[in-house]
Structure formats: structure tokens, C-alpha cells
């Protein structure tokens, strides 16, 4: 009976923790310290509490808490596809939202790591960029005018997850050294 208990009290605080995360990254997506036209924006931190939780719980909490993430951005603001067909809807959903921001969970594969933080946060931002840039290409090469359709998408997703890899990293570097218990993984027994 002691060891259903350990394990439901350890389920409970990675829920628990993944909602208060998730809910931190929403409030800091609020923030815009910078948006573009077509979707896009740098915010403070904002990806940050999504990679804490593939740290602190692993992967399947990581993705779970990217997942539900995805879902709010959704709400937040949906840029519908140009064309407005449903495969572009599908698309949009999936490179734009569900695959973009259910990627930093991926961070749950540095869990455990010494200064895992500092390969997690730019490698899943990284892969992030990577969905918008594909994204870029297939849905919203209409905006590219007479530039290179993947050029366009480069430069207009580069420019805002540049600056949102830079700022991600450059922080968790920082609180990597000063409050290396933010990123301490946290025992979770999948039993």
C-alpha cells in the first residue's frame, strides 16, 4: 500500500507541476516584446517553463506539458492558413501548434543530465524553428512575394526563434549556475 501511495503522490506533483508551468509559459506568451504580421512572436521566457518540465519529469511529461501548451497557444491566437482548405488547416494545426510546441518537451531527453538545460533549450528551440520553417514554406510561401519561398521563411521565422533561442539560452545558462534546483529532475515512477 506504501508503494501505490509513493507512486500516486509522485504522479500528483508532475501533474501539478506540468499544470503550474504550462500556465507560467501562458501568462509569459502574453508578454510580446515582439510580434510579426503573420504570427511570430518574442516573448520573455515563455518556452522556458515547457523545458523544465521534460527535466524535471521526463519525456512523457514533457511532451504531455508541450501538448497542452499547443492547445492554449491555439486559443491565444489562431492564424488561420491562406488558402483556407482543410489540409492547410491541418497543417497549420500540426507544424504551427502541435508539433512546434509539443517538441520542447522533448527537453525530457536531457533529464537527469548535468546542465542538461544548456543542450536542452537550444536543441528543442531549434527543432521548433524547424516546424515554422517548414510551415513557412508549405502554407505561408503565398506572403514570400518574389523571394525564394524557403528564403522568405528563413528570414521571417529565423528572425523571431533567433532571438527567442538566444534569450532561452543565454538564461538558462544563467539559472543553470545560479538555481541549478529549478532543473533537478524529480523521481516519477511510471509503474
Not at 523545458?51 to 488561420?80: A, D
Request: proline share 5%; with cysteine; net charge positive.
Amino acid at each position: 500500500m506504501n508503494n501505490s501511495n509513493s507512486i500516486s503522490r509522485e504522479n500528483l506533483r508532475a501533474l501539478v507541476e506540468t499544470a503550474l508551468l504550462v500556465a507560467v509559459g501562458f501568462v509569459l506568451s502574453w508578454i510580446k516584446l515582439l510580434s510579426l504580421p503573420q504570427g511570430g512572436s518574442v516573448t520573455p521566457l515563455a518556452m522556458l517553463p515547457i523545458l523544465i518540465i521534460g527535466l524535471r519529469h521526463g519525456l512523457k511529461w514533457g511532451l504531455l506539458g508541450g501538448l497542452l501548451y499547443s492547445v492554449l497557444q491555439m486559443l491565444q491566437q489562431f492564424w488561420p492558413p491562406p488558402s483556407g482548405t482543410v489540409p492547410a488547416f491541418i497543417s497549420v494545426i500540426m507544424l504551427d501548434y502541435v508539433l512546434a510546441f509539443s517538441v520542447l518537451g522533448l527537453s525530457g531527453l536531457f533529464r537527469g543530465k548535468q546542465n542538461g538545460i544548456i543542450y536542452a533549450a537550444p536543441i528543442c528551440i531549434f527543432l521548433r524553428f524547424i516546424c515554422h520553417f517548414i510551415s513557412g514554406i508549405v502554407i505561408w510561401g503565398v506572403y514570400a512575394g518574389d523571394q525564394a519561398v524557403w528564403l522568405f521563411s528563413l528570414i521571417y521565422n529565423g528572425s523571431y526563434m533567433g532571438l527567442e533561442l538566444v534569450f532561452t539560452t543565454i538564461v538558462s545558462v544563467i539559472l543553470c549556475k545560479a538555481a541549478p534546483i529549478l532543473f533537478k529532475s524529480q523521481a516519477v515512477n511510471n509503474a
